[in-house]
């Protein structure tokens, strides 16, 4: 339980990284034309406290949902030279930009070293070209369990299962290797109430344990009382030179990868054929328990999964919604376009408008899809 509730927290603190990056981006690049910025902040206020070094105040506030830095004159209406509005636009529009671009540096980051040290990935049962090695994996034990009790524990690599019972006096017991989860749920379901013997990979070494699958589990446990995963080490371990190029190129590939499939999904709903099949709605705590779950397959795969959520964030702060980056780009251009600037007080209706609508909507998610999950992964968590 206290491991499950510390991978939640180490998740949650992922994403908060993610946030001061992303101001980090918006905050040097300020500092780099001259503008003054007022304040960087990590979490919203109420401030719990703040310390004012040169002309900038460092705070750390209550409400842990991110970070922000307060730019003098983002908000429009002031005419001085250390502000945000006295520099040109192209500054202005590299301002923007440095917080977007810091979550793309972050995600190769990220991937470099994801490409040192290799990853498996959950691949599912169904077959997938070019996998030659694919594992089945114990991702979870519950507590007294047949698992629990025969010392199986949540990263061990199930190897086989056999029976202990002959098949005929010239046929000896029943041995199956288990490389899908489908394999293995078949093997405990005919023998279900019989004593028999899995052999798991453990740290390189292979253990072999005795256990007797239950007819009547407790609810969400199964007979034997683990949850499962096939995984398969799809990316491959590059020297240290070669990482960050890799790391690099995968970025890249993501990128467009994730362009092409928010293409597909605005076109199919605009087109009323609906969201693609098993799409579902999370906000930040969703995309926390995400994480925490991630951390289960390894810290490849966890690391991998927050590089990918980098890309996703970057993209949708380029939208041309007011009250993100992208909205601020499509001010700068109109302003760019008729020679003067959108009024301060029209600018900032505006954006308030869309910011109300998109905390509306995420307290909506919020509700609906992150509760659930929170529930369950806390669930889980005190049953094990």
Known sequence: MISSI????????????????????????????????????????????????????????????????RIYGEEG????????????????????????????????????????????????????????????????VSSDSPASMAGLRAGDTILQVQSHKYESADVGPEVVKVDKIQTFQDFIKSHTGEEIVMTVERDGQDLSVNLSPRANPPAGQ????????????????YPWYLAPVQGVKFTWTTTIESLKGLYLVFANLLTGKGAPEGASFAGPLGI??????AASYGIGFFL?????????IAIFNLFP?????????????????????????????????FFLILIALSIFITIKFDIPRVVDYLKSAFTQ
Do not use: C
């Open 6 to 69: 510390l991978i939640l927290i180490a998740a949650f603190l992922s994403l908060i990284i993610l946030m001061i990056i992303h101001e980090f981006g918006h905050f040097i690049i300020a500092k780099k034309f001259g503008v003054r910025v007022e304040e960087f902040g990590i979490g919203y206020p109420p401030r719990i406290f703040g310390k004012k070094f040169g002309e900038t105040i460092y705070s750390i506030n209550w409400l842990p949902l991110g970070a922000f830095v």
């Open 304 to 312: 991998y999964f927050i590089g990918l959520i980098s890309v996703f």
């Open 321 to 353: 919604i007011p009250a993100l980056d992208g909205g601020k780009l499509i001010f700068l251009a109109i302003e760019k376009i008729k020679g003067k600037p959108v009024s301060a007080r029209i600018e900032q209706n505006i954006t308030v408008v």
């Open 77 to 140: 209406g002031v005419d001085d030279y250390r502000s945000f509005t006295h520099l040109k636009i192209w500054q202005r529009v590299l301002i923007v930009i440095g917080g977007v671009a810091a979550f793309w540096i972050a995600a190769m980051i990220i991937f470099s070293i994801v490409f040192g040290i290799g990853a498996d990935l959950p691949i599912g049962d169904q077959d997938v070209a070019g996998v030659t090695n694919p594992q089945v994996k114990i991702i979870s």
């Open 288 to 293: 926390t328990i995400f994480l925490a779950n």
């Open 222 to 237: 199964g007979a034997v009382g683990i949850g499962l995963e096939r995984m398969a080490t799809l990316i491959q371990k």
